[in-house]
């Protein structure tokens, strides 16, 4: 009788470990899609700035940064190890950061106007609020298996 008990006891073990990792993959992949449409946008409002706008520095500070959220994101998903992971998320998270410091100062130079800054800036906020998740989720980890 054990035996069933112990038997049912894993099988429902295993059942929210397997379902706990499709969650943590649904967010992998959230952020993944999330951040390549953004570095499609940064790209095109780059293109924009230049035609349109003249403006060539900021706009350069802006696609490099805000292309990078993205690339990081992948190199993080195809990390060597769980630490890895966690270093390529913060770093993704850093970039955001700057990308949001980069477009409020679009927005205040008037190269954005209050419409397609508050367009593009939801966006940015909500990859900040994501990988922030993300980057705080992997340091518990790391924190309560001893990692430093």
Not at 3 to 29: G, R, V
């Amino acid at each position: 009788m054990q035996s069933d008990e112990l038997k049912n006891h894993n099988s429902s073990l295993c059942t929210l470990h397997s379902s706990l990792k499709e969650k943590q993959m649904a967010e992998k992949s959230i952020i993944q899609e999330k951040s390549f449409n953004f570095a499609v946008r940064i790209a095109k409002l780059y293109r924009f700035l230049c035609n349109e706008k003249k403006e060539y520095i900021l706009s350069k500070q802006l696609l490099r940064s805000g292309t990078s959220i993205g690339a990081n994101v992948s190199e993080a998903l195809r990390g060597v190890s769980k630490r890895d992971f966690g270093n390529k998320m913060a770093i993704a998270l850093k970039e955001a950061n700057e990308t949001d410091y980069w477009l409020k100062l679009m927005n205040a130079t008037e190269y954005l106007s209050e419409t397609q800054y508050i367009n593009i800036n939801s966006d940015c906020d909500e990859i900040i609020r994501i990988l922030t998740s993300i980057v705080k989720t992997s340091m518990k980890r790391d924190d309560k298996n001893g990692i430093c």
